[in-house]
């Protein structure tokens, strides 16, 4: 036959190969290949899990120290004070309510009292998206309340709206209830962790 193909000596140049030293080859770049890549993972699952513990750890620390001195039950007798205040003030018909007495609230907070979540704000990816879209949610309210307080914001000058300090009230209680949703979804994830073993 025209064209015929003999296959005998590609068969025997296999027979002749040495499979054993070419499958010892593959096995040895694979591993090669393999073992820093798994490396890579789990410090790269190591270093999530660290960064979330840390921004968690933060949130849990505002709130305690938010509690601790007081600033939300502060800032509700000085909003009951004004109220007060202007409610005596309409019931006497001749004073005027521009006269009321201002209230004060200051407190000093540094710019950088979210140290973590400043060095970690890039490695929110690490996160679920809705960990990382409350945790920028709790830093941009309490951002906003520190420039309130802090001199030179609206409580620190003093105000006689009662409303001025309802918004940062507002703000604090708003805080205060994202922060216990994200500690306390990590209080149970390390719960079922330690159940399960891992």
């Given at each position: 036959?025209?064209?015929?193909?003999?296959?005998?000596?590609?068969?025997?140049?296999?027979?002749?190969?040495?499979?054993?030293?070419?499958?010892?080859?593959?096995?040895?770049?694979?591993?090669?290949?393999?073992?820093?890549?798994?490396?890579?993972?789990?410090?790269?699952?190591?270093?999530?899990?660290?960064?979330?513990?840390?921004?968690l750890?933060?949130?849990?620390?505002?709130?305690?120290i938010?509690?601790?001195?007081?600033?939300?039950?502060?800032?509700r007798?000085?909003?009951?004070?004004?109220?007060?205040?202007?409610?005596?003030?309409?019931?006497?018909?001749?004073?005027?309510?521009?006269?009321?007495?201002e209230?004060?609230?200051?407190?000093?907070?540094?710019?950088?009292?979210?140290?973590?979540?400043q060095?970690?704000?890039?490695?929110?990816?690490?996160?679920?998206?809705?960990?990382?879209?409350?945790i920028?949610?709790?830093?941009?309210?309490?951002?906003?309340?520190?420039?309130?307080?802090?001199?030179?914001?609206?409580?620190?000058?003093?105000?006689?709206?009662?409303?001025?300090?309802?918004?940062?009230?507002?703000?604090?209680?708003?805080?205060?209830?994202?922060?216990?949703?994200?500690?306390?979804?990590?209080?149970?994830?390390?719960?079922?962790?330690?159940?399960?073993?891992?």
């Open positions: 036959m025209v064209g015929d193909i003999d296959w005998a000596p590609l068969v025997l140049s296999f027979a002749a190969v040495n499979w054993t030293a070419v499958l010892t080859g593959l096995v040895s770049a694979g591993a090669a290949v393999s073992g820093p890549l798994l490396l890579w993972k789990r410090q790269t699952k190591r270093e999530a899990a660290t960064v979330r513990a840390s921004l750890a933060e949130v849990d620390a505002l709130m305690e938010i509690e601790i001195r007081g600033y939300l039950t502060a800032l007798e000085q909003e009951a004070a004004l109220i007060a205040r202007r409610a005596s003030a309409n019931s006497e018909s001749e004073n005027d309510e521009s006269d009321l007495e209230e004060f609230f200051q407190a000093n907070i540094d710019g950088d009292f979210n140290r973590v979540y060095a970690n704000v890039t490695k929110l990816g690490v996160l679920s998206a809705e960990e990382a879209r409350q920028v949610r709790f830093h941009q309210f309490a951002d906003s309340v520190r420039l309130d307080v802090i001199p030179g914001g609206v409580l620190a000058v003093g105000s006689d709206n009662p409303e001025a300090f309802r918004e940062v009230i507002l703000l604090l209680e708003t805080i205060l209830e994202i922060g216990k949703d994200l500690v306390g979804k990590e209080t149970n994830r390390s719960d079922q962790e330690r159940r399960s073993g891992g």
